[in-house]
């Protein structure tokens, strides 16, 4: 759709001579350019996978401080640093035990092949940490698979079944996803296939576009009457996580755990989906990094804050420093979705032929909504998913999972912490003013913090 | 009642109730008193087992209901059966907004009338209300069949997939999708053989007074135009 007709003459490039005569608008720049004649050729949004792909404030405008003369760092590989995160132990009576403060976030199977489930949870399961179910229910493969199983409660509770309910370690009311605060999932009709139709008792081949409100309760007084209805469910035996998106992240934090969350997850804006508006991706919630801090502040207010109620961070999380960020600035754990689907092969330059022919290259792909994915992850053909192998697949997550652990661990060996969960705020300083305003740290090389007196 | 097990919520608590509930085997007999309005009362059933609440419900009353028979004399608040998998959920008295949403499977009986969004997104049970149903009502519903002895307020049936609707009085309006269909032999059936299972709470009607509603599936798929192919077909 965006890529220049075969036909035509290559694009002009800087050797030609007319080249610097030539400027792109900044305003309308070719890629707004391409998105105003798809518009006017098709008469739709344009739908896609992903999350923001704009340059947005991230975790990389922070940087740690490191030990130095006041205080003393701890040796790599030889004093202990701690990484497991305990989830609900105060109300469950099976809280949820991760070995490694990274978790799986929500992926249906339906926008995902069950390979690319059964890989998630191999991955994890090896890891020591938690897959969470999507918007469809959940499989018996991905149960088998998954050690620890986090079943999502969603608005359109596609495929809900109670006694899937009570076979999950947790639950997961979401409320919003990063991608799209205030709206709903989609599945076009590519991928609702027979079996992912059955599941979702919705008409083979239908454009699904999924509730954005749950159909039970509006509000967080009534949240906390459908949270008291899961637990009684459930007979309380596992915790009830609520999901956000980062929209109003104190006041939502604040709700959220006067419904009586065991956690809060939230979601920034950088977090992926299978398939959603673009306007939707692009223009609503805010940045991870502008988040966390917000929601900290209302889980100290309230005195919860790494006690009874733990934050659980994600949105563009892709490496062991941003975890180690995120923790710093008050999360007891991150979530991937993105970098999860990466490290298992998707935008695998191995496929940049069948990429080009899709109109797309390797580390652009974003159609997931299109179901013909060439590394067969975001499927349901038959085919594209029998290329993943499932099993190793599912070691390269694992292998990716504990680097992003011990680069955790670096970083907070590197500022004197024996448990990941110590780092502090006090660790950091921001590289830009922005970062500085989100994150509530001061700007390098001063006490700095904008809004602050 | 002999062998029936009786739970007084003035003295008992909820945990003490849904505990017992699912506890249960098949065959248990139990009678609530005193649920004064109690949220999630007899939720989470999974045992071929009967419950009778002598008094109205709060929230959630029978969620996510299995194979057993509950019946509420009284009203129901917010979510009465919702998702409901199978067995018989009844009450004799009114639901208030989203009755049996989400239901999967199982039979749902509101004596009085239901209020907005009943059946919201249902994915396969029966809902037979006494009485009208409120606004919106089978909004998105996927699958299963929601039957109206009353009336029917604006915008039933907005956005439905493939579950069918039966109104005896008036509907003031029809949602987005929804259009008025033939009833045929097989639609007159299915709407006895409903009006029969809620014979004990509703009364009865005539399958030939009613009119079925469902989805013109016009939104099932997006538009999407393609002005380029028209332009290269015309040569230009």
Known sequence: MTTPSPEGPEPIEASDPDFWHLRESYTFDRNVIAEIRRAANTGIYRIRGWGAKRRLPTLDDLVFLGASMSRYPLEGYREACGTDVVIGEDRAERPVHLKIPVTIAGMSFGSLSAQAKEALGRGASAAGTSTTTGDGGMTDEERQHSATLVYQYLPSRYGMNPDHLRAADAIEVVVGQGAKPGGGGMLLGQKITERVAEMRTLPEGIDQRSACRHPDWTGPDDLEIKIGELREITDWQIPVYVKVGAARPYYDTALAVKAGADAVVVDGMQGGTAATQDVFIEHVGIPTVAAIGESVRALRELGVHRREVKLIVAGGIRSGADVAKALALGADAASIGTAALIAIGDNDPAHESEYRALGASAGFWDDFQAGNDPAGITTQDPELSARLDPVLAGRRLANYLQVLTIETQILARANGKSHVLNLEPEDLAALTVEAAAMAKVPLAGTNWIPGTP | ?236
């Open chain 2, 1 to 236: 009642m002999s062998g029936v097990r009786t739970f007084d919520l003035a003295e008992a608590t909820r945990r003490d109730l849904n505990g017992a509930l699912h506890a249960a085997g098949a065959g248990g007999r139990f009678e609530v008193l005193n649920p004064r309005g109690a949220h999630a009362v007899a939720c989470g059933i999974t045992a071929d087992i009967d419950v009778v609440v002598r008094g109205s419900v709060g929230y959630y009353c029978a969620g996510m209901h299995q194979r057993g028979r509950v019946l509420v004399e009284g009203n129901a608040s917010t979510g009465l059966a919702e998702n409901i998998m199978s067995g018989t959920v009844r009450i004799t008295g009114n639901a208030t907004m989203s009755a049996a949403a989400t239901g999967c499977g199982g039979l749902v009986v509101v004596g009085g009338n239901a209020g907005a969004r009943c059946g919201i997104s249902m994915k396969g049970v029966d809902i037979v209300v006494g009485g009208d149903a409120g606004h919106m009502s089978a909004f998105m519903a996927q699958a299963g069949n929601l039957v109206v002895c009353g009336d029917a307020a604006a915008d039933l049936g907005d956005s439905i997939y493939e579950a069918r609707i039966f109104v005896r009085g008036d509907v003031e309006s029809l949602g987005a999708d929804c259009v008025e269909k033939e009833m045929r032999p097989e639609h007159v059936d299915t709407l006895a053989r409903l009006l029969a299972a809620a014979a004990s709470t509703v009364e009865g009607a005539d399958p030939a007074e009613f009119r079925r509603y469902g989805s013109a599936r016009r939104l099932y798929n997006f538009n999407i135009d393609d002005v380029d192919a028209l332009a290269r077909a015309a040569g230009r």
